[in-house]
């Protein structure tokens, strides 16, 4: 498996962005898959995870209804929209496969098997 983040940049504070992450392999449709993101100095954080049916979406406390996950199955993609994004929303945005599926909520890193390389958001004016 094999993961690729895309749609980092440069956006002002109050801005949107929408981070996709392409899989490739066969197993996505029956995947957990998550949003992390990493801080310089700080430790890797949970964003956001969704069921592979899409019935079941979490999200880390600090997201406040901001961010929505998204996902397309028959694409192999899932999706991260970000809007009314703050500088403290500056990070390197990673997504990340479970081997399984799971409806649970699974906020560890080590929770998942497979992970792109990021792609950066910088909130600034």
């Known amino acids: 498996v094999q993961l690729q983040a895309s749609g980092g940049g440069l956006v002002q504070p109050g801005g949107s962005l929408r981070l996709s992450c392409l899989a490739s392999?066969?197993?996505?449709?029956?995947?957990?898959m998550g949003w992390f993101r990493q801080a310089p100095g700080k430790e890797r954080e949970f964003v956001a995870s969704?069921?592979?049916?899409?019935?079941?979406?979490y999200y880390g406390d600090f997201v406040e209804g901001r961010f929505s996950i998204s996902r397309e199955n028959a694409k192999n993609t899932v999706y991260l929209l970000m809007t009314s994004l703050k500088p403290e929303d500056t990070a390197v945005y990673y997504c990340?496969?479970?081997?399984?599926?799971?409806?649970?909520?699974?906020?560890?890193?080590?929770?998942?098997?497979?992970w792109g390389q990021g792609t950066l958001v910088t909130v600034s004016s």
């Open positions: 990340a496969q479970r081997a399984a599926d799971s409806r649970w909520y699974k906020p560890a890193w080590h929770d998942y098997d497979y």
């Open positions: 392999g066969r197993t996505f449709g029956s995947s957990l």
């Open positions: 969704m069921s592979s049916n899409s019935h079941y979406a």
